[in-house]
Every structure is written in C-alpha cells, then in structure tokens.
C-alpha cells in the first residue's frame, strides 16, 4: 500500500510539472506575478517593411534581425493612429484614440507661424491607469526617456514614472546616455520598467555612415537616409541590450507608435492618412532568455500591448482594457483571436477638421476620410493598397464602415482633457524642422 501511495504521489509531481512546463508564463493560468524586467522601446516613424525580418531587401537593423531568430514577430501589427500622440497614448492605455481622447498634441501648432500662448492639446485623463502605473502598482521601479517632445508630462505621459525625460530629437546617443547615467539606479533598486522612446527614423532623415548609400533622385535620397537612421537606431538598443544584460531576465517588446509614408500614396511624412504605410508597425516580443523563432500573421493592434504584458507576468485582466492578450498567439491557440476587427483614428483640427477612420477584418482594410471619400484594399494581395474595390465590393465596405460606427457608439470614451501650453522660441524652430510647424 505504501509503494502504491508513493508511486501516485509520484505520478501526481510529475503531472503537476507537466502542467507548469504547458500553461508557461500565461497569466490567465497563473495568478504568480512573474518578477521579470520590461523594456518597451518605441522607435519613432517606423515601417515594419523596411526591416529584414518582415522582408526588407536591406539589412536595415543587424541586431533587431538576431533578436527576431529567438522572439515572437508579428507580422501584422497596426498602430491605433498615424502620428505619435494618440498612437503612443494607445500603447499606454490600451484604448483607441476617440476612447482616452488624445487627438491633438504639437501638430495643433501646425500652420502657425507665430508663437501662440494658447496652444491647446490634448491630454491623457488621469482616471485612465497607463501601463506605466499598472506596473508601478505590481512593484516595479519605473523609467523613461523620450526623445519626441509629444510624449511629456503636459500630455499625461509621465504618470506612474519615478524618472521620466523628454528630449526634442537630440538622438540616440543622448538618450543612452541618460539611460546609461541611470544604470546604478535603475539595477539596484530591483525589478524595472524601462520604457524608451527613440527619434531618429523621423524627419529630417540624416544621411548615417556607413549605412548611406547616396542617390541623386530626391526620393531615393531621403529613402536611403531613412534607412540609414533604422541602422543607427538598431546599433544603439545592442548597446544598451548589452550593456543592461538584457537576454537574462527581460521581457522586451520592440514597435513604433506609427509608420512613414514616403510618397506611397503622394504623401510624405505621417499623421496625413491612414493607409498601410502610416498605420503598420512593426511588433516583436523577446521571452525571458529567449524563445524558439515565431512569425505571427493574425493581425494584432498596438493596443494589445498593455493586455499581454499583463498576461505575461501574471497579472490578472482588466475591463478596461480595449486590446487583448497575445499570449493564445503565443502559445498557438489562433482560432481564439480569428473574427477581431482592428480600427486606427486619425483627428485634426487645423483650419477645419479632417478626420480618418480604419477598419481592418481579416484581409481587408476599409479606409474612409470623413466628408470625401471610401475605400477598400485587399491586406495579402495588394500590399502597397493600389486597387480600391469600393465598388465591386460595396457590400464589405458598407459592414466594416458599420462595424466602426458601431464600436464607436457603444464603447467606453473617457471626457477629453485639454491642457493649454507656450512654446519659446528656441522650441517652435525645432518642430518646424521636425514638420510639426510650417
């Protein structure tokens, strides 16, 4: 009887770590918190396909490329809008930008040519936990640099951060030099999150050595130059991948908070439409240690970010959250996340108001700029979104139009909080050379 009971128990052990090897690190299945390091890092202004690991024929970031051979990649990710402010406020709050309401940030200056004292901007509702005060809530020591001078504390950025910096494009160099400043700090007071938001792939592209190839065609100029900037800004994050030790016990999730049109659609820059060059992101998640290479297809939102962090460190859900886990992804329970319907908003007020909305549904993408006009591409078949079958498929069109306006209507919004500021200057010159005055 004694060998039996022992021979169970046995068996009972050896089922019990079975389950633990399995559920992983799912929080769903684990109400443990893990105790890992988190390192978001934001790289402004970038398309998904001028990287090589989503197919780029240039090697624009050697590093990124060996993180991808042992992290998560997915390969359709899409920001919540196309321009910093509302995009990065999605990350932070996993919600649209008509739920927190950041719709305007410095872009509202733009078309003014003299310094106005009543610059109004938008503002992240303080009733809204970011992901920064998630994280400060569950003990983590919590840092942050950024090098656009939209995300600060004037827009509701800076909640939950115990050190927070915001530069107006100073370059990689000089946020790893804060970071690195930060070092003893950030390692000796236990488990962080370290949240970095890079520039440098955003207008003005500079020529980097030796990565510039030089063309005398305008457009293949500043292209060249843009991918210059990825090589740099790839070079940087090794440094402080390295430097920190990141590929112990760090949870990294590498995205842009939108990407760049570079006359794709006779439009450069961004925060001008929503077609797929301004709105998909690249999205790649490295697991403590590292994990076997995973390519993700399914389309996913910036906003899930938030969502999956929480899962992934064992914190529980929260019903504020519009994103959702990645983790049944992850773990390759697709049929879970199959009929998700994806939106991107876009919302200035310059003179007049323009609007954009975007619908994304399996694989098709519905665009409609208020006042003006539909469309609607095919994701997989038509990548650079040149053939618009509005009219042969009038009836897809008018479903996701709904779906939006639906979604609209019923889902939680949060009251818009302005913030009124005053620009020197020395500051006014510096967004116009970012493209952010006229």
Same mark, same amino acid.
């Given at each position: 009887m004694v060998k039996i009971k022992k021979k169970i128990y046995s068996i009972l052990i050896m089922v019990a770590v079975v389950l633990a090897i399995v559920t992983g690190f799912s929080g769903c299945k684990n109400n443990?918190?893990?105790?890992?390091?988190?390192?978001?890092?934001?790289?402004?202004?970038?398309?998904?396909?001028?990287?090589?690991?989503?197919?780029?024929?240039?090697?624009?970031?050697?590093?990124?490329?060996?993180?991808?051979?042992?992290?998560?990649?997915?390969?359709n990710a899409f920001s919540a809008s196309s321009w910093t402010s509302p995009a990065t406020a999605s990350i932070f709050t996993s919600m649209y930008p008509f739920q927190h309401g950041v719709h305007m940030g410095l872009l509202a200056i733009k078309n003014a040519q003299k310094i106005d004292p009543n610059?109004?901007?938008?503002?992240?509702?303080?009733?809204?936990?970011?992901?920064? %005060?998630?994280?400060?809530?569950?003990?983590?020591?919590?840092? &942050?640099?950024?090098?656009? @001078? #939209? $995300?600060?504390?004037?827009?509701?950025f800076t909640q939950g951060f115990d050190k927070f910096e915001t530069f107006q494009y100073e370059e990689a160099p000089?946020?790893?030099?804060?970071?690195?400043?930060?070092?003893?700090?950030?390692?000796?007071?236990?488990?962080?999150?370290l949240y970095i938001h890079y520039m440098d792939p955003h207008a003005p592209y500079h020529p980097r050595e030796p990565w510039y190839i030089p063309f005398k065609e305008k457009r293949k100029h500043r292209i060249s130059a843009y991918d210059s900037e990825i090589n740099f800004v790839d070079q940087h994050i090794k440094e402080l991948y390295d430097l920190f030790k990141w590929e112990k016990n760090t949870l990294i999730i590498i995205t842009s908070d939108h990407g760049e049109?570079?006359?794709?659609?006779?439009?450069?820059?961004?925060?001008?439409?929503?077609?797929?060059? %301004?709105?998909?992101?690249?999205?790649?998640i490295y697991?403590? &240690?590292?994990?076997?290479? @995973? #390519? $993700?297809?399914?389309?996913?939102?910036?906003i899930d970010i938030l969502p999956t962090v929480r899962d992934i460190i064992g914190l529980s859900k929260s019903k504020f959250d519009e994103g959702i886990s990645l983790v049944p992804l992850i773990e390759k329970y697709p049929e879970k996340l199959k009929e998700r319907t994806l939106f991107s908003h876009l919302k200035k007020k310059i003179n007049k108001t323009v609007e954009w909305r975007s619908t994304i549904y399996k694989n098709w993408h519905f665009i409609k700029k208020v006042d003006a006009f539909e469309k609607l591409f095919m994701l997989l078949f038509d990548k650079k979104e040149e053939n618009n079958l509005i009219q042969n498929k009038k009836k897809i069109g008018i479903m996701l139009k709904k779906r939006f306006e639906k979604f609209v209507r019923f889902c939680k919004k949060f009251k818009v909080e302005n913030k009124k500021i005053k620009l020197d200057k020395d500051q006014t010159?510096?967004?116009?050379?970012?493209?952010?005055?006229?």
């Open positions: 443990k918190t893990k105790h890992y390091n988190i390192v978001l890092i934001v790289i402004d202004t970038l398309r998904s396909d001028h990287l090589p690991f989503y197919g780029y024929i240039k090697n624009t970031a050697p590093f990124l490329m060996e993180m991808s051979k042992k992290s998560i990649v997915f390969k610059i109004i901007i938008n503002k992240i509702p303080e009733e809204i936990t970011t992901i920064t %005060e998630v994280l400060k809530e569950n003990g983590y020591n919590t840092f &942050g640099v950024a090098d656009n @001078l #939209n $995300i600060d504390s004037r827009q509701g000089n946020v790893n030099k804060t970071i690195k400043k930060w070092k003893k700090e950030i390692l000796e007071k236990g488990k962080y999150f049109g570079l006359w794709d659609h006779g439009y450069m820059a961004h925060g001008k439409t929503l077609y797929r060059e %301004e709105i998909q992101v690249p999205l790649l697991l403590p &240690g590292g994990t076997k290479p @995973l #390519n $993700i297809k399914q389309n996913v939102s910036t010159k510096k967004l116009k050379t970012l493209g952010y005055v006229d």
